[in-house]
């Protein structure tokens, strides 16, 4: 997928959902370093990395569609973030970890993985800055 394909689908995304494109784009190189075809060992999938119960309860048929992907990712991000009140940290927590990880840890679980892709992914979002 172009770089410029890429950015057009993210910027669609992030005005449809009032979402920075710059947190979508951040989020997009941790999970899955921009591959569409990206799948992990829990199975997420995607350029987003959707779980498939996320991608189903977002309405994703095929989580290996690029704007598919993105919109489901997006939306999911957005609600995140209204739960933790446009707390980037606690909804990237709640990305990885899923929120109800975040809820019992009243925080960012102490999880080495989610920690440092916390940490990842603010990091990202400086350097974009």
Do not use: C, W
């Not at 591959?35 to 992990?40: G, H, K, L, M």
């Not at 990885?96 to 990091?123: C, H, K, M, W």
Request: hydrophobic share 45%; glycine share 8%; aromatic share 6%.
């Amino acid at each position: 997928m172009s770089a410029a394909r890429l950015n057009h689908l993210v910027a669609q995304q992030a005005k449809r959902a009032k979402v920075p494109p710059k947190l979508i784009a951040a989020v997009i190189k941790a999970e899955s370093g921009g591959d569409p075809s990206a799948v992990s060992r829990a199975g997420a999938q995607g350029l987003m990395q959707l779980m498939p119960s996320t991608a189903l309860a977002y309405g994703i048929l095929n989580p290996f569609d690029p704007a598919e992907n993105i919109a489901g990712g997006t939306s999911y991000l957005r609600d995140l973030l209204k739960r933790y009140h446009h707390n980037v940290s606690l909804a990237l927590a709640a990305y990885n970890a899923g929120p109800g990880a975040v809820d019992a840890a009243g925080g960012i679980p102490a999880f080495l993985e989610t920690r440092s892709y916390v940490a990842q992914v603010t990091s990202s979002l400086r350097n974009e800055r």
